[in-house]
């Protein structure tokens, strides 16, 4: 099948596929990404998986891989040549490897083998093309070896390499059956044997079974040369009946089988692994023999199998573990993958399989006591890499999927035993399924060539070993460890030498499957430095975040993502690629092929020193619909110039596609300006200007442009250009001659070096401190085609212009600045919602030379807002988080001091315990370091905030009136048998901007006499939702509501006017919790416990019952007239006078002879006694 390859001569062609399917938005420096060369094919063959570029006589071609070629029968996958030539399309061509990719006297398994999966260039010409799950036939068994072929550059096998062993498949094996009355039911037995032997191939060339029962005595069913096909067995095991006994002579079964059963007489043959199979279900009756019996069979290299069936002990609830002790000690070792328990004879059928496997293995392995696999399944070809002297080939299924590097130069091939990459500290633990070979990479350092291979399973969190060979043997220097259990890290290697000087100067290592804090798949990618030797860490590099809209439903997601997992598995594909931007150090490029919902991505990242910088200079996402094109990024490569422009160009596949971006030249322009004259000074005019006399400036603007591929060669670049005045200023302070405009945009043509020439004059205005600033943007006329300019270079030039200053004979204006600052309040401020300002007044004085744009800069806390100023002009100071004043703007003279006012208001928003204000003031004059510490001033005040509130209360009533009459119940049955209701509420409103603390609200009243005999009772409270009141006992305490019934005793005798509080009763609380609200309410219920004041006597006396208010924030205070709240409620008694106190009648008598007697002295002193009314009536 020829695939067809898009060339990318015409806008139509190249953004028609690309732009639409291949490309979205990217952050771009100089690879091209809008004229790339594409290639596609079916997303089913995995077309694209694997990419290299290639140059033989021929010409210059993309190769890439598609290891599912041949779906859905064969799937042998295979490797596409696509010619690149930008004159003319022309198609790819399979290059049918497979094929011819072949070894010798094995029969060999094509199918599936993936061919293609691994695809690596031979620096001596040619390459290498691998298919890891080749495989080969012994018997009924496939072993997966992997196969790789080198191709030459005429793309011809020249050979194949596989880990191919001879099949071995000859066994004899006997297998030992306990037939004793206790195995029940035989049909398991012999259903066990039929499903086992009809995995094994039998014949006299082949397998050998002979089975041999036992019990009391020993009986040979049948002979090893018995039977030549597995039919024959079959049949007769279906025959085999049981013996039976009473007692289970398992020792001598053994034996027996081992003098006899194996014997040539009986069919054994020489040379021939022997293998025997025990099945019991009991201890033996003859176990003192059997350590014995099993040494005998060690030495004879008999390798055992056996199975405990554990059925007649289950059935009488016995102890199973003397008897799987014993079992298990007739086993080879390692006795875990030779021993075998089954819960009963049904059972035996479950472990036919993984029995069956076990003793296959043997088959495979050439060694007496092996029961595991080593190169068997090795996948072989996993990964590749060339070297400065071996070809590395990871192998990770090898040693029960534990993996190694097999290293092949030459006619010389080292397979590493399975212990040679266990380093010291892991050989206490097992290793299991690492994956040691998924990659391999090498680097070069001082002494020699350091070998690299990842095992991204180690440990769960995967590993990186690094080796030299000497001598043909492997000596480990380092490892490097994963730190996230299930991120794949050592799964991608990559080693770059960034500074060309033929040394390896970092080590990448991806770990793609590297979880974000979402558990998205985001991926990551470790940087290593050489350091001699040694590798040492240096940072991690990770990709734009991915949104996981599936499982987060982000409010910022757009769309909802159709793959998982999601992610970006950033760090899938590394590639070091040859110096992309020609700044003379190699780059690096990184896939991130699930990026954007599996459509895929690549960073690239510039080489620096001996290292990559962080930030990724370019970033190209895929647009594709995940259909015809998914997973950009699977595969990069780009060590080579396809087009002949000198440029270095990068290739980058995904499943259905590829891509071949073409390098853009690096256009080096360097821009100079000069001023004639070279500052402004407003006192010197030297033109005209709208009939004005003014400051003219001659300005002269210069360019020099290269290319980096061809410096010494002159470059014709179109250039466009804008100079803009002033350029920090909002409004200008200068314009071009002849017009009214600050900017002007030209075009000009550079060949190697050109200037041009503008004039400009100065507008007649008093801002004269600050320097004006000159700002010259440029670029290349047509950015998107071409060179690009050098991104380590700036686009743009600023230059600037000073004024001339008046500093007497002096360079340098030298100014001494003095802050004096001041306020009202000195201690504690309490801040009111009512009064909520703060002032700071400031002096600023200078003492020696003018101080050019002198300002003064405050900086506050939070809990403070800038509101204004007084004293200057309100456009002199800007507030931008802290506030900046102009003082005496331009510039402050010798001895003059400015006094303005600073004014703010209280924060509600931030209600801090201390209000800050840091002062300062400065200039642009210098000023001598001893003299700068009048220059600035701190006010530190600590602050409360009064709460703005109205704390009303009520109570149902004020005066309750005792009838004489009134009796007391002898049983109160009620609470209405109690006396009056009396209902207590308070409300607390919010009032003011500040905010309201939380509060606590204390309500007490007089509960008990000092005698223990109540006065008002509480029969329960409400309160609105934001308030808790406790606590809940005093809520009827004795349970009247309840239907307690109570029976009334005396009561004191209360004296007449007392007034009960706390010197006199005992009183009750109530506490309230009140949660910020505007509206907050509680009420009380309380009852008047008439019988205690029927029984005494008095004739008025009031209750108080008082409400305190409390906040729970130090910070907000309450005013004393909102924290306390009393009620007095007058309890009155109808028709007994109170008694009056002897003394207070003795003294009121006394009092009134007093007051008599002087009357009498009045009336006598002023002649009452002496009038002559009695004489003339006597007349």
């Known amino acids: ?157 020249v050979n194949s390499f596989a880990p191919v062993q001879e099949c071995s498949t000859q066994l004899d094996i006997v297998i030992v059956l306990d037939g004793s009355n206790s195995i029940y039911p035989w049909e398991s037995v012999t259903a066990f044997l039929n499903d086992l032997l009809e995995r094994m191939d039998i014949g006299p060339k082949q397998t050998q079974v002979g089975i041999v029962q036992y019990g009391e005595n020993v009986t040979h069913e049948f002979n090893l040369n018995k039977y030549s096909s597995t039919e024959e067995v079959l049949v007769a095991a279906k025959k085999i009946v049981q013996r039976g006994g009473f007692r289970t002579m398992t020792a001598l079964g053994i034996d027996t089988a081992r003098k006899e059963a194996f014997t040539e007489a009986r069919g054994a043959r020489r040379g021939v692994k022997k293998v025997m199979v025990i099945v019991t279900d009991g201890e033996s009756h003859d176990n003192h023999r059997l350590n014995k019996v099993i040494q005998d069979c060690e030495d004879e290299n008999i390798q055992r199998f056996s199975i405990a069936i554990l059925g007649s002990y289950n059935r009488g609830n016995l102890s199973t573990e003397k008897l799987v002790e014993e079992i298990k000690s007739m086993a080879s070792e390692p006795t875990e993958k030779h021993f075998f328990n089954v819960s009963d004879e049904l059972a035996l059928v479950t472990i036919v399989q993984a029995l069956g496997e076990r003793i296959f293995a043997l088959e495979a392995t050439s060694d007496q006591s092996a029961a595991s696999f080593e190169m068997e399944m090795s996948q072989t070809g996993f990964s590749a890499h060339y070297s400065q002297d071996w070809v590395m080939l990871g192998a990770v299924g090898a040693y029960d999927w534990n993996g190694t590097v097999v290293m092949q130069k030459a006619n010389q091939i080292i397979i590493p035993q399975n212990t040679t990459f266990k380093v010291e500290s892991t050989k206490k633990n097992e290793p299991l399924a690492s994956y040691l070979g998924y990659t391999v990479n090498s680097a070069t350092a001082p002494g020699g060539v350091l070998y690299i291979a990842g095992q991204p399973r180690y440990n769960h969190t995967g590993q990186v070993v ?25 799964s991608v290697l990559t080693t770059v030498d960034i500074d060309k000087d033929s040394n390896t100067d970092i080590l990448l290592v991806g770990a793609p499957m590297y979880m974000g804090t979402e558990k998205e798949e985001q991926g990551k990618v470790y940087v290593y430095i050489l350091n001699q030797t040694r590798f040492e860490y240096q940072m991690s590099l990770e990709p734009i975040k991915q949104t996981c809209c599936s499982s987060l439903k982000h409010n910022s997601c757009t769309k909802e993502n159709k793959n998982e997992p999601c992610g970006a598995r950033f760090g899938t594909a590394i590639a070091a690629v040859k110096d992309l931007n020609l700044d003379g150090f190699n780059d690096v490029v990184i896939g991130a092929p699930l990026e954007n919902d599996h459509a895929g991505a690549v960073y690239i990242y510039h080489g620096s020193g001996k290292t990559i910088r962080k930030e990724y200079a370019q970033h190209i996402p895929s647009g594709g619909d995940g259909k015809t094109l998914k997973f950009f990024g699977q595969s990069i490569h780009g060590e080579m110039d396809l087009n002949g422009d000198g440029l270095t160009d990068v290739t980058i596949g995904g499943l259905g596609g590829a891509a071949l971006f073409w390098s853009r030249d690096v256009a080096v322009v360097k821009v100079t300006m000069n001023f004639e004259p070279n500052k402004v000074n407003i006192q010197k005019k030297n033109c005209h200007m709208e009939g004005k006399e003014t400051v003219c400036i001659n300005a002269t603007i210069c360019f020099d442009a290269k290319l980096k591929s061809k410096e010494d060669s002159i470059y014709k670049a179109d250039m466009q250009y804008r100079v803009t005045l002033d350029s920090l200023r909002q409004i200008s302070r200068s314009f071009f001659s002849g017009t009214q405009e600050r900017k002007i945009q030209r075009n000009i043509i550079v060949q190697g070096s050109e200037c041009t020439r503008h004039s400009f004059y100065m507008l007649d205005k008093h801002d004269f401190q600050d320097s004006v600033r000159i700002t010259l943007d440029f670029n290349l006329t047509d950015p998107e085609n071409g060179p690009i300019l050098d991104d380590s270079l700036p686009n743009s030039v600023h230059e600037y212009i000073p004024f001339a200053k008046d500093c007497g004979n002096k360079e340098k204006c030298i100014s001494d600045l003095v802050l004096d600052v001041s306020t009202k309040e000195k201690g504690l401020l309490i801040v009111k919602s009512q009064n909520d300002k703060f002032n700071v007044s400031l002096t600023v004085r200078n003492k020696r030379d003018s101080a050019y744009n002198t300002r003064t800069i405050v900086q506050y806390s939070p809990n403070l807002i800038f509101s204004g100023i007084e004293g200057i002009q309100k456009d002199s100071c800007e507030s931008n988080h802290n506030i900046t004043c102009k003082v005496g703007y331009p510039f402050l003279r010798r001895g003059e001091m400015v006094t303005f006012k600073i004014l703010f208001q209280f924060n509600t928003s931030y209600l801090t315990e201390n209000m800050t204000i840091h002062l300062s003031t400065t ?18 005040i600590p602050v ?117 509080d706390c010197s006199t009763c005992k009183l009750a609380t109530i506490t309230c919790n009140l949660v910020p609200s505007d509206i907050s309410q509680v009420n009380v219920s309380l009852i008047l416990w008439k019988p205690t004041f029927i029984k005494t006597h008095f004739s008025s006396l009031n209750l108080t019952v008082r409400g305190e208010l409390q906040s729970e924030n130090t910070s907000l205070v309450l005013s004393s007239s909102n924290q306390k709240r009393e009620l007095a409620i007058q309890i009155s008694k109808d028709g007994l006078p109170g008694r009056v106190p002897l003394w207070v009648i003795l003294l009121s008598a006394f009092a009134g002879l007093l007051l008599l007697m002087l009357l009498i002295l009045a009336l006598w002193k002023i002649g009452f006694f002496k009038r002559p009314l009695k004489k003339k009536m006597e007349k």
């Not at 004229?35 to 596609?40: E, P, R």
């Open 1 to 157: 099948m020829a695939l067809l390859r898009h060339d990318s001569r015409g806008v139509a062609v190249a953004c028609c596929w690309f732009l639409t399917v291949v490309l979205g938005f990217c952050v771009s420096f100089n690879v091209d990404v809008k004229n790339a060369m594409n290639f596609s094919g079916p997303v089913e063959d995995m077309f694209g998986y694997t990419v290299q570029q290639y140059e033989n006589e021929e010409g210059k071609w993309v190769l890439i891989g598609s290891p599912l070629v041949g779906q859905p029968k064969t799937r042998t996958g295979d490797v596409y040549k696509c010619p690149v030539r930008r004159d003319k399309s022309l198609p790819c061509t399979k290059l049918d490897l497979p094929v011819n990719t072949s070894i010798p006297n094995v029969t060999e398994v094509k199918e599936n083998m993936t061919f293609g999966s691994t695809l690596v260039t031979n620096p001596n010409g040619g390459f290498l093309a691998c298919g890891p799950l080749y495989a080969y036939r012994c018997g009924h068994l496939h072993y997966t070896t992997g196969i790789c072929s080198d191709v030459s550059p005429t793309f011809q096998v």
């Open 466 to 490: 690094i080796y030299r060979m000497e001598d043909g043997d492997i000596k480990i220097l380092q490892t490097l460890s994963g730190e996230q259990i299930g991120s794949y890290f050592g």
């Open 923 to 940: 200039s642009d004059s210098e000023e001598p370091p001893e003299t700068l510490s009048d220059n600035e001033a701190n006010i530190s």
């Open 944 to 1060: 409360k905030y009064e709460v703005g509130l109205q704390f009303y209360s009520s109570a149902s009533e004020y005066h309750i009136l005792i009838p004489a009459n009134e009796t007391v119940p002898e049983v109160i049955n009620s609470t209405e048998d109690i006396g009056n209701e009396i209902n207590i509420f308070y409300l607390i409103k919010k009032r003011g901007h500040f905010p309201l603390p939380g509060l606590t609200l204390s309500i007490s009243f007089p509960n008990l006499t000092s005698d223990g005999y109540p006065v008002l009772y509480p029969t329960g409270w409400s309160s609105s939702n934001n308030a808790n009141c406790r606590p809940h006992s005093l809520e009827d305490p004795l349970g009247i509501n309840s239907g307690k019934k109570m029976i009334i005793s005396k009561s004191e005798d209360l004296k007449r006017g007392t007034l009960l």
